[in-house]
């Protein structure tokens, strides 16, 4: 009941943009939560309030946080973004979105395999995406992707990357059964093993899946790809816990339309 309240309100809007004088196809969403310094810019550079367009956002539109900043924001593809403190996020065609900068968490719906993937375009990378709930961070040196669930298509705008894969731990369990007549070896053995699961593989892709559960670095052509760690799983919980009611909302119609 409560997710029907809450898209009910973006559709309230929806109708009443478009009841005005500016085209329909142009709404893109709208801003649903703010906290501190947030506001939007439009294609010609001029700067407004969100509460001066009744929070809608159109398209080539950035929605921009200041330092102290915080946003929510609804995508009319069903897309949701939440905008940490310093970041910027355009809002382009349908099902196209620009992160030009700073730290910003996406939830983005399931799609049939007809429809066509959206996608997130940064300065390094083109993501491509399917139903999936991710963060990409783009501050100074430090830019990457770290993916909670789902897949990622990752593409290079250009060249091939270097990829460096930390392969994945299995778990030690089985090792252990298979090594239960040399136990006498066992600890020896284990900290081989551990020194062999956590060597970097390298390889040349253009394009490449991210698997949920870990995330990417890039330094120039150099990616980096391990687990998430405790301070990314953290970071994942801040941002659904300040956008709660809304995600709770989208995901309770999500499993409604899938019923």
């Known amino acids: 009941m409560r997710a029907f309240k809450l898209i009910s309100q973006l559709l309230v809007f929806v109708l009443a943009y478009c009841m005005t004088n500016v085209q329909a196809d142009e709404f893109r969403g709208r801003i649903v939560k703010v906290h501190g310094s947030v506001y939007v ?13 009744q929070f809608l956002v159109n398209r080539n539109e950035t929605v ?36 030009l900068s700073g730290k910003i968490f996406y939830l983005f719906r ?10 997130v375009k940064t300065g390094f990378t083109t993501i491509g995406i399917r139903g999936t709930t991710f963060i990409v961070y783009d501050e100074g040196d430090e830019k990457g ?58 390889e040349y892709k253009k394009s490449f899946d991210l698997e949920e559960n870990r995330t990417i670095s890039f330094s120039g052509r150099r990616v980096d790809e391990t687990d998430l760690s405790d301070f990314t799983k953290k970071e994942f919980s801040d941002f659904s816990d300040y956008a709660k009611d809304y995600i709770n909302a989208y995901k309770e119609l999500e499993a409604e339309s899938t019923q």
């Open 41 to 53: 810019v439009n294609d010609k550079g001029q700067k407004r309030s969100p509460e001066k367009s």
């Open 64 to 99: 921009v946080t200041g330092k102290g900043g915080k946003a929510v924001v609804q995508f009319d593809d069903g897309a949701l973004s939440v905008l940490n403190e310093k970041s910027k996020v355009k809002v382009e065609k349908s099902g196209w979105l620009s992160h």
């Open 145 to 202: 992707v770290a993916l909670q669930e789902g897949k990622l298509n990752i593409e290079s705008p250009d060249k091939p990357y270097e990829i460096h894969k930390q392969k994945q731990s299995d778990d030690f369990d089985s090792f252990k059964k298979q090594m239960q007549e040399k136990r006498d070896k066992l600890n020896r053995e284990y900290s081989d093993y551990k020194d062999k699961i956590s060597k970097d593989f390298v």
């Open 110 to 119: 399931k799609v049939s395999g007809k429809e066509k993937p959206r996608k």
